[in-house]
């Protein structure tokens, strides 16, 4: 079936500028969490969704970042007044459910460029 | 942290040789997974280990998982050039969000 789908692929915007990045997860995944991948480095988790639970916000960056997600579906992060230090790529990733053992499955990211 | 911490950081082998990389983490878990990321592309996972499970293999994997130490190897045996990539390893805890290492980079020569 479809894997998670995330758009754009890439990204350039101009600093100060808002950007919107879309995740679409594998349909019947409760849970679905965003993490930031700068050059050469690992995943730095940014905001975890479970439900129709409260989301974890705990690992965005600064106010300028914010996620939403309606009940079990397509999710948007928001980064306002872009910076360089935002240059990444941003992952998506969904699992079936809140268990401690379920795997992620990962779209293939949005690379993000400010100028 | 819960981070797990991938060694070594980079890997050259020769197509046919095995690779051997090891995670090491510093908290209690309840589980370990392995993920692959190929260049430009999203994670992959491979196995995932649980805290009272000491081995697993899924084809040429091989996890081994040592609670005492705190550590974790993925044996891959006989490799083949397109097993080329990053290798993560993801610490779960007492949440269910897995942190992720900085990962090893694997090359294998054709």
């Known amino acids: 079936g479809a894997g998670v789908s995330q758009s754009p692929s890439n990204k350039v915007t101009e600093k100060g500028k808002d950007v919107e990045l879309r995740c679409d997860p594998i349909?019947?995944?409760?849970?679905l969490y965003w993490y930031r991948q700068r050059l050469g480095q690992g995943l730095e988790f940014l905001i975890y969704?479970?439900?129709?639970?409260?989301?974890?916000k705990s690992g965005l960056p600064s106010d300028r970042f914010s996620a939403e997600r309606t009940g079990e579906s397509v999710s948007t992060l928001t980064i306002q007044r872009t910076q360089q230090e935002d240059s990444a790529v941003y992952l998506c990733?969904?699992?079936?459910?809140?268990?401690?053992?379920?795997?992620?499955?990962f779209g293939n990211g949005t690379r993000l460029t400010v100028t | 942290s819960q981070q797990g911490e991938e060694d070594p950081q980079a890997l050259s082998i020769q197509e046919g040789e095995n690779a051997t990389m090891n995670c090491s983490y510093k908290t209690s878990i309840n589980n370990l997974q392995w993920y692959r990321q190929n260049s430009g592309r999203g994670l992959v996972h491979l196995i995932l280990i649980r805290s009272n499970e000491r081995e697993k293999h899924s084809g040429r994997l091989r996890v081994t998982l040592d609670t005492s130490k705190k550590s974790s190897s993925l044996l891959i045996t006989a490799s083949r050039a397109a097993d080329t990539a990053s290798y993560f390893c993801?610490?779960?805890?007492?949440?269910?969000?897995?942190?992720f290492g900085r990962g090893t980079s694997l090359i294998v020569h054709p």
């Open positions: 990733a969904s699992s079936p459910g809140s268990s401690y053992n379920s795997p992620l499955h």
């Open positions: 993801a610490i779960s805890g007492g949440s269910y969000i897995p942190t």
């Open positions: 969704f479970q439900g129709n639970s409260a989301p974890d």
């Open positions: 349909s019947g995944h409760t849970a």
